[in-house]
């Protein structure tokens, strides 16, 4: 109940706020409608207050310039047809305290808002005229319609009124009608322009501008003088030369406009009825209807030519700015196409560029939602389709745990604080995740996206570098194991120093000592000496049996075949086991790199099939052909498991396959349990290594 009370409450009072709203508005448009029919209403009787002064030249109430008339159509066109009011009690108090009846009075107010409203509604529906008056069309339609056609109707029912009450003006019906219908027709043209472009005034500020106005002004009022006021200094009347005005017409139409034109034409107009009222000028010397006529004709000529010139030259520029305007703007827009055009261009070029280069990139913006994605993103993500990334939360999707499967925060993402800091950011050590859920490690980098200063996004681009870690870790494990086997060699070595050399050498050490302490019988020595010499010769043997494993000197002197053929007899020797060696159709003598390394894969490869084969039968084999080098080792041994050797592989081998790599060659093998093992070297002819040499 309480929440159903509150409602009608709040609507209530919104109820009333919209009442007092719209009584406000109401009150503010009443106040300026009054306020516009109370200027209507003053400018109107100031106006025909002026136009009744012209006392010489009027009969009844019926001038030569009705000004008024002119205010009453201005009036309506700009204000509407509502400041009605105002014209027709304006026009009834001006006829009101002139020597007319009273209604006489009415009639003439009725006539005059007839009239004006009559031609505002030919002008606004059939002319369609543009207050600017800045066509020719505009300036010729006020002419006919609004001054010389709405006049008729004024006049008409003016003038009827006049003659109904028994008032009589000049010669009669028809003479007076004619004065009234001029009268009104030239207020029209002398005042409503002017009235409807006065704002041209207020946009006069350049004062060169303002200056040659005033120089025109003065200029005009002098010659209006000499010509209209018979001046008694002036000997030769110069009542001939009244159109010598119309320069003065012209200039203010080119340079100013038709709001100047029409004032210009107005103070001809005043200056030219004060006279002739007053007995001056050229229209002073006839009657008051031949008078009233000719002022009527000369102001309209006047009229006529200055508006429409004005509105002729108005138009000229309105169609030149038109044109420069369609011009700019085709020029823009012929800009604006050569713009999109290069954008275009550039968003190929980008995204040719994306879409062809192998590394995973796209975009977020500040919320982390995917803004684009090229094709190699999806492929490294597992998304078959871009819209499965667009809009999406990028840290959500591929960022939002850890290794261990542990939830990876917002906050704590660099990616993240790339949007925050607007500093770039390099990681190798973060974990993306793919759309079947696996992860991979990952290496990015990630750079704020701006828009002028403001950071909006950013772009990423990673790598999966699961090869490298797996590289990696590989290297270190053959590192490791390098070093181990470096340790076994070096005991090895130690081993058969101390063992067999050493304890060689000390033995013919105590040998000698006793032969020297207890000389033996002369027919001993020969025995002695003999056995102290093949003592010695052992010793020789073994030293340069060590020699040649660790320095093959052979090579460099004798060759890669007799190199190999030397080696296998002392390795067969020393085994006690029997190797086949056999070598044809080779090539000129091998580089050097190249016979080193197939030398240490000689050396590995019976190495392993003395220590693991279980026989004592190998073959060896080197030959040639028009571009390859071929050296298979080969036993009948127990052999070994190949799946097993990829997942566990021998440090002789790696030795191997390392060696011939740095010679561009390739290590195959050939084994089966209980089925004997083939190890194959193959090295390309004239290949050489690119930095390190296959040392030994």
């Known amino acids: 109940m309480a929440s159903t009370y509150s409602m009608q409450y709040k609507r209530r009072e919104r109820h009333m706020i919209q009442a007092v709203q719209s009584q406000a508005l109401e009150q503010r448009i009443g106040r300026g409608y009054l306020l516009q029919i109370s200027v209507v209403f003053v400018a109107y009787l100031v106006a025909g207050k002026l136009g009744q002064a012209t006392a010489n030249i009027r009969s009844s109430n019926l001038g030569p310039v009705w000004p008024a008339y002119g205010i009453a159509l201005a009036a309506i066109?700009?204000?509407?047809?509502?400041?009605?009011?105002?014209?027709?009690?304006?026009?009834?108090?001006?006829?009101?305290?002139?020597?007319?009846?009273?209604?006489?009075?009415?009639?003439?107010?009725?006539?005059?808002?007839?009239?004006?409203?009559?031609?505002?509604?030919?002008?606004?529906?059939?002319?369609?005229?543009?207050?600017?008056?800045?066509?020719?069309?505009?300036?010729?339609?006020?002419?006919?319609?609004?001054?010389?056609?709405?006049?008729?109707?004024?006049?008409s029912i003016g003038v009827s009124v006049l003659y109904a009450t028994h008032v009589r003006a000049y010669s009669g019906l028809g003479a007076a009608w004619l004065v009234y219908w001029l009268g009104d027709a030239t207020g029209v043209l002398l005042v409503t322009p002017l009235a409807l472009r006065f704002t041209d005034f207020l946009k006069l500020r350049d004062r060169d501008r303002i200056a040659e106005l005033a120089v025109l002004l003065l200029l005009l009022a002098a010659t209006c003088l000499v010509i209209f006021s018979d001046l008694p200094f002036i000997p030769v009347k110069l009542h001939v030369m009244a159109f010598s005005v119309l320069p003065f017409i012209m200039w203010a139409a080119i340079r100013f406009g038709v709001g100047v034109t029409a004032l210009s034409i107005l103070m001809v107009a005043a200056i030219a009825t004060i006279e002739t009222a007053l007995g001056s000028g050229p229209f002073a010397s006839n009657t008051t209807f031949v008078n009233a006529v000719l002022l009527d004709v000369f102001f309209g000529v006047l009229s006529v030519s200055g508006l429409s010139l004005a509105a002729v030259i108005a138009e000229r520029e309105n169609a030149e700015r038109e044109r420069e305007r369609v011009v700019s703007k085709q020029a823009a827009m012929e800009a604006r196409l050569r713009a999109d055009e290069a954008l275009r261009e550039s968003e190929e070029k980008l995204r040719l560029l994306l879409d062809s280069t192998a590394e995973a990139i796209y975009g977020i913006d500040l919320e982390h939602r995917c803004t684009f994605c090229n094709p190699a993103c999806l492929r490294a993500l597992g998304y078959e389709h871009i819209e499965q990334v667009l809009g999406k939360n990028m840290h959500q999707l591929l960022h939002h745990s850890r290794a261990d499967g542990t939830l990876f925060p917002v906050e704590e993402c660099r990616v993240h604080r790339v949007t925050q800091t607007g500093e770039g950011v390099h990681a190798e050590d973060e974990v993306f995740w793919r759309a079947n859920g696996t992860s991979f490690p990952a290496e990015h980098w990630s750079y704020p996206r701006r828009r002028g200063q403001e950071v909006v996004g950013a772009v990423v681009a990673f790598i999966n570098i699961t090869e490298r870690k797996l590289a990696e870790a590989a290297l270190a494990n053959v590192s490791r194991r390098l070093i181990e086997a470096q340790e076994q060699e070096r005991t090895r070595i130690g081993r058969e120093l101390h063992d067999d050399i050493s304890q060689g050498i000390a033995m013919l050490a105590i040998e000698l000592e006793q032969l020297q302490e207890s000389p033996p019988n002369l027919s001993d020595v020969p025995t002695r000496m003999g056995e102290l010499r093949r003592q010695t010769s052992e010793i020789a043997a073994d030293i340069q049996s060590l020699s040649h494993e660790l320095h093959a000197a052979k090579l460099q002197y004798l060759g890669i075949a007799a190199a190999m053929r030397g080696f296998c007899q002392e390795f067969g020797e020393q085994q006690k086991a029997k190797i086949d060696f056999q070598t044809h159709d080779l090539a000129s003598p091998l580089s050097p790199d190249i016979s080193l390394s197939f030398f240490r894969v000689l050396q590995e490869a019976l190495h392993n099939s003395a220590k693991h084969s279980g026989v004592r039968h190998f073959e060896v084999r080197l030959w040639g052909t028009s571009d390859e080098i071929h050296l298979p080792v080969k036993d009948s041994g127990a052999g070994f498991d190949p799946e097993a050797a990829k997942k566990s592989r021998g440090l002789g081998l790696i030795s191997m396959e390392e060696r011939l790599k740095l010679v561009n060659g390739t290590l195959a093998i050939e084994t089966q349990p209980k089925g004997g093992t083939v190890i194959h070297a193959r090295v390309p002819l004239g290949s050489k290594s690119d930095s390190v040499r296959a040392a030994g």
């Open 77 to 155: 066109l700009i204000c509407g047809y509502r400041v009605w009011l105002g014209v027709a009690a304006g026009a009834f108090l001006v006829a009101f305290f002139s020597p007319v009846s009273h209604l006489a009075a009415l009639g003439q107010a009725v006539g005059a808002t007839s009239g004006a409203t009559t031609g505002a509604f030919l002008l606004r529906r059939i002319a369609n005229l543009h207050p600017s008056l800045s066509r020719l069309s505009d300036a010729l339609s006020l002419i006919a319609l609004g001054g010389f056609g709405s006049a008729i109707v004024s006049a």
